[in-house]
């Protein structure tokens, strides 16, 4: 079978959209991720037993489930249990979210370890409260030795967002589908959208590589 | 609300299908996902620019596009060209194909963390490449390997969920199966959830046995030594 792009190019609006919109989405789940996994930073952490314990549970249930159960969970078990109905956009993003999140907070545990002690007892020193110790010196200077790795998180989660087609929300994988379905020339759509998927990917991942080697020349 | 297991229970040998299913994919795709992956990384460590280049576009393709593209394009794709996989097929070469990439960059950490010395030592000794590289530096990656190797193998364990999406009946497609039916979502994702979770805190638990026992093993000669 020959390839036949000049017949699909014009078609492609749909599929410009869903790239942008997979972006979008991608950008709005990783910012759920980095608080969810802020928080779980901060309970792992914390001074009781039981609070400690939730994050362990949740970081091992996040990285023992598949994403996709976890998005269909959200999107068909959350409504019928708690009684909120949210739609399809909403619960692509917390689940997605909510998964990076529990990546997000090993991320942040590799960046806490690398602080000195005397950052804690100098706060200490000084008198101030835990959670400006927290807010003000120790949260700050973990994400700024974690950013590189936090780009390449943000990758991962635009590599989770195909599988929001099954709920129904036209990202790039599901307004390649539809146009496939609608020219039947799946070859050439789907090649496109790996390519747009790859271009995306490979130019965050290669600022990514490119902010860690900086970071590394700052430092030395 | 109230939850009715009745339906998880009269299903329970579609479910049960699905768990073999999905213990056999992960099960030939993780050693074969190895093997790729130990092939690629010879090829990727090579001098030979010839070599380097595929083995480097392989595994910077396989490792930004996403696993669900690869396999719609494998499952939707391929027929045009008169090859037609059935779902199972199109999973385990997407898969291992998949994990291979990674596989490759994770043995290529352990190759690098190994210090020149040994190869400069394998090579005075007049040991050939095949030699050598079997029998002097792979034994010693492992214990920088084994790590994140795991955890490419249980994501692996997890990517099979996505072939519900071409039709094959493993666990997460039994569940939209069941839950097509019967119209209980949220008892059976629940279910599968758990039986995932449990899949993959066992297979941690077995692999962190292997890995004590390598430690212990690995540990020995060098205590020997001093």
New interface residues.
């Given amino acids: 079978m020959e390839l036949q792009f000049a017949e699909i190019i014009p078609k492609t609006g749909p599929m410009l959209w869903g790239a942008l919109y997979t972006i979008f989405v991608g950008i709005l789940a990783c910012c759920v991720g980095i608080l969810v996994g802020t928080v779980l930073l901060l309970l792992r952490n914390s001074r009781w037993w039981l609070l400690r314990s939730i994050a362990t549970v949740y970081g091992s249930f996040i990285r023992g489930t598949p994403a996709l159960v976890q998005i269909l969970i959200f999107y068909y078990a959350l409504a019928p249990l708690t009684g909120v109905n949210i739609g399809p956009f909403t619960a692509g993003i917390m689940a997605i979210g909510f998964n990076s999140g529990a990546f997000v907070a090993e991320i942040l545990r590799g960046g806490l370890s690398r602080i000195p002690k005397g950052q804690w007892e100098a706060a200490e020193a000084l008198g101030l409260s835990k959670s400006k110790v927290w807010l003000k010196i120790i949260l700050p200077q973990v994400f700024n030795s974690v950013i590189p790795l936090l780009v390449n998180e943000f990758t991962m989660v635009i590599k989770i967002t195909p599988l929001l087609s099954t709920i129904t929300l036209v990202e790039l994988t599901r307004a390649s589908q539809m146009l496939y379905n609608e020219t039947f020339r799946p070859v050439e759509v789907l090649g496109l959208a790996a390519i747009v998927y790859f271009v995306i990917c490979f130019s965050i991942s290669q600022f990514g590589e490119y902010l860690q080697r900086r970071s590394l020349k700052y430092r030395v | ?1 109230t939850f009715d297991y009745s339906a998880i229970w009269d299903n329970r040998d579609i479910l049960f299908e699905g768990l073999m299913n999905t213990l056999l994919i992960s099960g030939i795709s993780i050693p074969v996902g190895i093997l790729i992956g130990v092939f690629v990384c010879l090829l990727r460590i090579s001098r030979s620019r010839l070599l380097r280049w595929p083995a480097i576009v392989f595994i ?2 396989m ?8 396999i ?2 494998v499952f ?2 391929l027929p ?2 008169g090859i037609r996989l059935s779902g199972l097929t199109t999973g385990l070469i997407c898969l291992s194909v998949y994990g291979g990439a990674y596989f490759a960059e994770v043995f290529r950490g352990g190759v690098e963390a190994i210090s020149q010395g040994q190869f400069d030592a394998a090579k005075a000794l007049g040991l050939k490449y095949g030699f050598y590289m079997r029998r002097v530096i792979f034994p010693q990656i492992y214990q920088y390997v084994f790590p994140p190797g795991t955890n490419i193998a ?1 994501t692996m364990i ?5 072939l ?2 071409i039709t094959v009946a493993e666990l ?1 497609y039994a ?2 199966d069941i ?1 097509g039916r019967t119209f209980t ?2 008892e059976t ?2 279910t ?2 758990v039986i ?2 449990m ?3 066992l297979f ?1 638990k077995l692999t962190q046995m292997v890995q004590v026992r390598i430690d212990v093993e690995t540990a020995k000669p060098a205590a020997a030594l001093r």
């Avoid at chain 2, 490792?63 to 690869?70: E, T, V, Y």
């Avoid at chain 2, 997890?158 to 996505?162: D, F």
Wanted: aromatic fraction near 18%; glycine fraction near 0%.
């Fill in positions: 609300m910077e393709l490792r930004n596009i996403p696993l669900l593209i690869i719609f394009m939707y794709a045009f060209y249980l997890k990517e099979t969920s996505l519900s999406m997460t569940a939209s839950n979502p949220v994702f629940a599968i959830a995932y979770w899949l993959s805190t941690l």
